[in-house]
């Protein structure tokens, strides 16, 4: 079956209006948030929407066969990456077997590499790889799951990302993350913050939950060292994406100074290259690719079999907020905990806040995805339209950090 069409596409979900009311805003509306732009001060720790450098407009990918069957893909970065697809990739992959997703993913990987693959060219990939999966999945009747070798487990065990741990808890989540409100230049302040949110966390939930924290790339290799001998009392399961993804000697630095803090990362590490990096200097605990930015359920297959080769756990950034994530989490035997980003009202059911019709949402700490084929998304054709190419496109969309 050949590819008749790639295009960068909008999908305009429906609007949905919960029936519960809401107790209060949930804290992405109020916490702070460390992130990288914090260096200027123009860009304090605040909500991520002030600040450069989150997700941005959504984009989709749509890819149709010759018989018309079509599949969708997603990424962020809007503008773009949007262009990327359409006039980079499209003119590439058009006419092709829609079924080779190997050839046509190794296909966009060495396309890519007079003007890089580790950044916005690999989030174009995504879109449209996980599209050619959705397609795959639609032609073939099954559902992507079950391609990739059936499920590993009965159902997938969730951890919760948020600072509404009453929340959280009352959902039934076992297991939590919170997120990082503080920059590495503000030095023993920032320490002390720190501190006292792990302690108050973790009164909170317990001992007999893991905790972790998510410092967003917000920390040097300093600030780090001196945070986890801090934290040690806390026993953290992890510490999450502490440093830039680039800084490979810090990665290596960091867990040679901190033996006894667990380190995770990878959602702003693309491509399989350099996960293998980080674990050939086993510098990593645990691997986070986000299906969206990473290469795409292809490459993000690549990247858990370096990590599961060497007894490394594999758990996507944000995997169990999207049906991509859901799919690969499920089938995947080195998924034992998977995120849940929660910044949604407190009090309202997260059924009546899913934003994509199909996609499942966690149920007492635990997830099963849908067995629709393809990645099992109930979006009609009506609602998608050609991508809006628009200068000064607003910052939006998807922030899931």
Known sequence: MKIKTIKAVDVA?????????????????????GLPMNKFEDF??????????????????????EDGTWGLGRTSFGMPIASLIDHFYAPLLTGRDCFATEHLNDMMWRASKR??????????????????WDLKGKLLNQPVYRLLGGPARKKIQCYCTGDDLDWSIELGFKHFKITNPVYYDQGITGLNIMEDKVAKARDQIGRESELMINPVMAYDVEFAIRLAERLKPYELRWMEEPLIPEDLEGHI???????????????????????????????????QP??????????????YHIAEAAGIKSSPHAGLNSAYGQH??????????????LSTAVGVPLEEMSAIPGVEVP???????????????EISEDWITPYRYAVGEKRGGDVVL
């Open 13 to 33: 979900l429906p609007k949905k209006v919960p029936k519960t009311i809401a107790k209060r805003p949930s804290w992405r509306h109020s916490a702070p948030i």
């Open 44 to 65: 304090p720790p605040d909500v991520p929407g002030k600040s450069p450098g989150i997700a941005g407009k959504s984009v989709w990918v749509q890819i149709m066969a």
């Open 115 to 132: 003007h890089g693959s580790v950044g916005l060219s690999a989030c174009a990939q995504s879109a449209v790889d996980l599209a050619l």
């Open 253 to 287: 630095q960091l867990r040679k100074a901190v033996p006894f803090m667990p380190i995770a990362t990878g959602e702003d590490h693309h491509t399989r290259i350099p996960f293998r990096q980080l674990v050939e200097n086993r510098c990593v605990d645990v691997v």
């Open 290 to 303: 986000d299906l969206h930015w990473c290469g795409g359920m292809t490459e993000a297959i690549k990247i």
């Open 328 to 341: 690969f989490c499920y089938a995947m035997p080195e998924c034992s905990l998977s995120e849940f980003h």
């Open 363 to 377: 149920k007492d700490g635990y997830l099963i995805p849908s067995d629709s084929p393809g990645f099992g998304q």
